[in-house]
């Protein structure tokens, strides 16, 4: 059974910089799998935020995050990555990886069949 894991999440000052990471277990191979980035505030539907194709070098970004997001796979580590830098109070949310086979990247979550129980970031002023 595919399993995701996010890793670190935490509380930093607005105008800096984190790196979240999305590792796969359970004899998944990240290298097969489209990874997606999703984030969901208090209140808020869960928004996509990127995702990175799973053959192709194909990386895909929410307006709000371009220029300040980065997206990257570790196939060797079987981890993708997301690092955030110059984050905003209104980037703060909990941050969940999804997977999905297929290879095109999709925005939509429903696209994605295997999510990770979510990382919390906190941004403060």
């Known amino acids: 059974q595919v399993q995701l894991v996010e890793s670190g999440g935490g509380l930093v000052q607005a105008g800096g910089s984190l790196r979240l990471s999305c590792t796969a277990s359970g004899g998944t191979l990240i290298s097969d799998t489209t990874v997606g980035w999703f984030r969901q505030a208090p209140g808020k539907e869960r928004e996509f935020v990127a995702a990175i194709a799973r053959s192709v070098i194909s990386t895909s970004y929410a307006d709000s995050v371009k220029g300040r997001f980065t997206i990257s796979r570790d196939n060797g580590k079987n981890t993708v990555y997301l690092q955030m830098n110059s984050l905003k109070r209104e980037d703060a949310a909990v941050y969940y990886c999804?997977?999905?086979?297929?290879?095109?990247?999709?925005?939509?979550?429903?696209?994605?069949?295997?999510w990770g129980r979510g990382t919390q970031v906190t941004v403060s002023s």
């Open positions: 999804a997977g999905r086979t297929g290879y095109a990247i999709r925005t939509n979550s429903a696209n994605y069949t295997y």
